[in-house]
């Protein structure tokens, strides 16, 4: 029932940046963490930056200093800024929602698609 949406992947040469959106449509009450993960080719997926309901965000050391996350709590958006991008930093993002329902404060996932980012020169 919920639908999660993110944009602005792309190839992008080290040094460079982008920005990451993502927007969270449907039966969404309240929101308990929302935030960004990202996978490479033969890796596990790993967490890059998130928002718990606290309002400081939480980074994976690798991106300290050069991402930063931000959010709409009124639209369900979160959005990741990266700047000095690296070649390591080459993977689809997926952007995650946790939340819960008007009927439960049971928690619930809901992923994105992925939007594909390439740092390459």
């Known amino acids: 029932q919920v639908q999660v949406v993110e944009s602005g992947g792309g190839l992008v040469q080290p040094g460079g940046s982008l920005r990451l959106s993502c927007v969270a449509s449907?039966?969404?009450?309240?929101?308990?963490?929302r935030g960004w993960y990202r996978q490479a080719p033969g890796k596990e997926r790993e967490l890059v930056a998130l928002?718990?309901?606290?309002?400081?965000?939480k980074y994976a050391d690798s991106v300290k200093g050069r991402f930063t996350i931000s959010k709409d709590n009124d639209i369900n958006t979160v959005f990741l800024q990266m700047t000095s991008l690296k070649p390591d930093d080459t993977a689809v993002y997926y952007c995650?929602?946790?939340?819960?329902?008007?009927?439960?404060?049971?928690?619930?996932?809901?992923w994105g698609q992925g939007t594909l980012v390439t740092v390459s020169s």
């Open positions: 995650n929602f946790q939340y819960s329902t008007r009927w439960s404060t049971d928690a619930l996932d809901a």
């Open positions: 449907g039966d969404i009450f309240k929101v308990y963490a």
């Open positions: 928002f718990y309901s606290a309002p400081a965000p």
